[in-house]
């Protein structure tokens, strides 16, 4: 059975810590994205690779970095959280089609 | 560029009835069109995805879509819905398969008994 897993189902942050947010897949996908979700406005792409050798900022990059250095792990790092990255975050990797995780929902307090 | 929007951000329906969710996508290039699941507390599942070819694609569950170029259109259908299909859907939109993939806001689906 194909896997993505995110490291933690729920985490609690205060601002200005700098949080992790680590991704892994078995399929030896080459492609891997972090989303965000929000309410009302769908998901909306922050950071994807192509390769391991590749990182592409998305949609909303903006407080986000990434981090890619085994092709199996791909980790989305909040330089200095804030209230306003409170969230559900979701990573996929993907072939032919997408498979997610199970999803992070942050808390920035 | 890309872009999906799904028409309806809530859909009701009675159990048996039809659903229907509209997805209508923008795309300088030929789409490349999915259909998500997500549950409660959940990731996304994919329920079916058209890439090229037969333009009426079958998903799990009993769901469909046809793609209409035409109209721009790749709307969701089951003739039957069933309690447990409660859920929010989104449609989503690439450039090739394995792509980003561009979302729509989601239209959350209540089956009321």
């Known amino acids: 059975d194909v896997k993505v897993t995110q490291s933690s189902r729920y985490l609690v942050k205060r601002t200005g810590e700098k949080v992790f947010l680590e991704c892994v897949q078995d399929?030896?996908?080459?492609?891997m994205f972090w989303y965000r979700q929000d309410p009302g406005l769908g998901l909306r792409l922050i950071y994807f690779s192509y390769d391991v050798k590749m990182k592409e900022k998305g949609d909303i990059p903006e407080g986000y970095s990434v981090s890619r250095e085994k092709k199996e792990r791909f980790s989305l790092i909040l330089e200095s959280a804030s209230t306003n990255q409170t969230s559900m975050y979701l990573c996929?990797?993907?072939?032919?089609?997408?498979?997610f995780g199970q999803g992070t929902r942050l808390t920035v307090v | 560029a890309q872009s999906v929007t799904q028409l309806g951000s809530h859909v009701s329906v009675s159990e048996g009835a039809l659903v229907l969710l509209r997805c209508n996508y923008s795309s300088s290039v030929p789409p490349y069109l999915f259909w998500y699941v997500q549950y409660p507390n959940q990731g996304l599942q994919l329920l079916l995805k058209y890439t090229t070819g037969a333009t009426l694609v079958k998903g799990i569950n009993g769901f469909e879509a046809e793609f209409k170029k035409s109209e721009t259109s790749f709307h969701l259908t089951k003739p039957s819905a069933h309690m447990s299909d409660a859920a929010e859907y989104f449609c989503?939109?690439?450039?090739?398969?394995?792509?980003?993939?561009?979302f729509g806001k989601g239209t959350s689906l209540l089956v009321t008994p």
């Open positions: 399929m030896d996908h080459e492609n």
């Open positions: 989503a939109v690439s450039e090739n398969s394995g792509y980003a993939l561009n």
């Open positions: 996929a990797s993907s072939f032919d089609q997408a498979f």
